[in-house]
T-cell receptor, first 111, second 115 residues
Framework: SQQGEEDPQALSIQEGENATMNCSYK?????LQWYRQNSGRGLVHLIL?????REKHSGRLRVTLDTSKKSSSLLITASRAADTASYFC???????????FGKGTMLLVSP | DTEVTQTPKHLVMGMTNKKSLKCEQH?????MYWYKQKAKKPPELMFV???????INESVPSRFSPECPNSSLLNLHLHALQPEDSALYLC??????????????FGPGTRLTVL
């Protein structure tokens, strides 16, 4: 079953703009991860945020987590054409031993 | 070496064929995974191996048969598949640990088409 729901489903922006993607989940979690997938290829881990953290940064990425609203957001600043990809949140519902991926957001960054 | 390799990249097979997908990693990870991904959908977990033993089978049909011959290799044997099994099959590995605590490293996938 799918735990996370990302929105928007698709996002189209120009290079240099910021991109914000949201993820909502249903059950309590210990951690939330974000992954990127370039078209038809494997996923790449971007960042992990723990349930006791509210915000985390990695380069141009900023992730927030609001456990009271069961939601997370991924912000990519100063986007580049190379950021074009699908972005998935992944959660580990408490008591379950595997990751469950959300539906994903397809990001298109135009030059 | 932080790479997970998968072979073949593409595979076309008939419903009566038997084929195998291969996955290899040399990061010393003792957890390995098979995922199935349909177009424009998220990956769906199929199997998890931990220390070369099958630990999770997500109710996958028996026409998919996983095998972990050693700590670096993971195979997925395919037999009597259906056209709806056409998908991208992803292999991943990670250190053993709580699912949410560890980063999974993914291979590029095998694009499978069943005719």
């Amino acid at each position: 079953s799918q735990q996370g729901e990302e929105d928007p489903q698709a996002l189209s922006i120009q290079e240099g703009e910021n991109a914000t993607m949201n993820c909502s989940y249903k059950t309590s979690i210990n951690n939330l991860q974000w992954y990127r997938q370039n078209s038809g290829r494997g996923l790449v881990h971007l960042i992990l945020i723990r349930s006791n953290e509210r915000e985390k940064h990695s380069g141009r990425l900023r992730v927030t987590l609001d456990t009271s609203k069961k939601s997370s957001s991924l912000l990519i600043t100063a986007s580049r054409a190379a950021d074009t990809a699908s972005y998935f949140c992944a959660t580990d519902p408490s008591g379950y031993s595997t990751l469950t991926f959300g539906k994903g957001t397809m990001l298109l960054v135009s030059p | 070496d932080t790479e997970v390799t998968q072979t073949p990249k593409h595979l076309v097979m008939g419903m009566t064929n038997k084929k195998s997908l291969k996955c290899e990693q040399h990061m010393g990870h003792r957890a390995m995974y098979w995922y199935k991904q349909k177009a424009k959908k998220p990956p769906e977990l199929m199997f998890v191996y931990s220390y070369e033993k099958l630990s999770i089978n997500e109710s996958v049909p028996s026409r998919f048969s996983p095998e972990c011959p050693n700590s670096s290799l993971l195979n997925l044997h395919l037999h009597a598949l259906q056209p709806e099994d056409s998908a991208l099959y992803l292999c991943a590995s990670s250190p053993v640990g709580l699912a949410g605590e560890v980063e999974q490293f993914f291979g590029p996938g095998t694009r499978l088409t069943v005719l």
